[in-house]
């Protein structure tokens, strides 16, 4: 090729979507000259096709888990060595699934990526969930089953106990991902929870940094924070809670000051924006234009379930932050979010619109 062919196709792999005027300018010649110089790459095959976007491609893609979440409440006080009555109940969860439901909710245009059996347990997932969520990239697995996530809680809520089987995440790696480059480039944001093999989350990182897309990291665990970049270049928002924020810097966090000072060292590892959650103490917050700040919790009239609170923050965060909201705004609609989910016996509540909780947040 020549050295105008070259610089034209380097052009292409940086914005597949530019338009021709766009080229043409950057390379300083006139259109009608770039349009012949595209015919004869497409003759060579050096181009193939053009890119259109379409709907769905212009939709918050969150990779991660997609589970069958079983909660089993104890009645009583808790008896450990022997049997518990229990009431139990089943629903729909997994972090990068739940996140998606609450922006779908919220009036976003979401796409699910993930691995799942195909099982029983999928089609209960994706039943409940392809009203708000695009599940048309979800890879089905034959001989794996739909991951899993059992929570044993008190009689208030909180919980006691919780077992996962996650292992068909672990099949959700690059190769996948590379399947859906349009999607993924074209996205307001993506937002990878810790499900996800170490590899996979490196692999969305360089790509958000490539494509300059916004990326999100919600870890899932303490014990799955091996799994995260060995730095957080890249990372427009890093949401975290206590114990995971304590694995990251290897430190404990317990007062208000220990909160303060861990934020900017999570900052320092590159992340634009980090919060920190502390359940009922609130949420600490610092970016690179917000110095470390305190934001209380909302008053809760009755935890009904602990389970997706956290979700459901990270959900209105970055909802209002793609509403163009000043930071502190958007963690105040996090924390609405959270409180009312809380109070609700669902991982996600139902009832949430985006009129509702900007209704919420004025009252």
Not at 316 to 326: D, E, K, S, Y
Request: charged share 20%; hydrophobic share 40%; net charge negative.
């Amino acid at each position: 090729m020549t050295d105008r062919e070259q610089a034209l196709i380097r052009l292409i792999r940086s914005n597949p979507f530019m338009s021709q005027q766009e080229m043409a300018e950057k390379l300083n010649m006139s259109r009608p000259a770039l349009a012949n110089l595209i015919s004869g790459l497409v003759k060579q095959r050096k181009i193939i096709g053009r890119a259109y976007i379409l709907p769905e491609e212009n939709s918050i893609v969150c990779i991660g888990g997609a589970n069958i979440d079983r909660k089993f409440h104890i009645r009583g006080p808790v008896q450990f060595g022997t049997s518990n009555p229990v009431s139990s109940m089943q629903s729909i969860g997994g972090v990068a699934r739940n996140i998606a439901e609450n922006l779908g909710r919220l009036n976003n245009r979401v796409s699910l990526i993930t691995t799942a059996g195909k099982d029983t347990d999928w089609q209960a997932i994706a039943t409940a969930s392809e009203a708000f969520i695009n599940l048309k990239e979800v890879e089905l697995l034959q001989e794996f089953s739909t991951g899993s996530y059992s929570a044993v809680m008190d009689e208030s809520g909180e919980l006691i106990l919780a077992t996962a089987n996650m292992d068909v995440y672990e099949e959700l790696k690059p190769i996948i991902l590379m399947k859906h480059d349009v999607l993924l480039s074209t996205a307001p944001c993506i937002i990878v929870d810790l499900n996800c093999p170490k590899e996979t989350v490196e692999y969305v990182q360089q790509f958000a940094i490539a494509r300059n897309v916004p990326l999100v990291i919600v870890p899932v665990s303490s014990p799955k924070m091996d799994r995260l970049p060995d730095n957080l270049h890249g990372v427009t928002w890093f949401i975290c809670n206590t114990d995971e924020a304590e694995t990251l810097l290897h430190k404990q966090i317990q007062t208000a000051a220990d909160y303060l000072k861990a934020l900017p060292e999570i900052v320092q590892l590159g992340a634009e924006n980090v919060i920190i959650t502390a359940g009922a103490n609130g949420v600490y917050v610092a970016s690179n234009n917000l110095k470390p700040t305190h934001f209380n919790a909302k008053a809760v009239e009755e935890i009904k379930d602990v389970t997706g609170s956290g979700d459901a923050f990270v959900s209105a965060v970055i909802h209002g932050w793609l509403a163009n909201m000043p930071i502190e705004q958007a963690v105040e609609a996090g924390l609405m979010n959270a409180k009312r989910t809380l109070e609700s016996p669902f991982t996600v509540r139902p009832e949430l619109t985006e009129d509702l909780l900007k209704k919420e947040l004025e009252d």
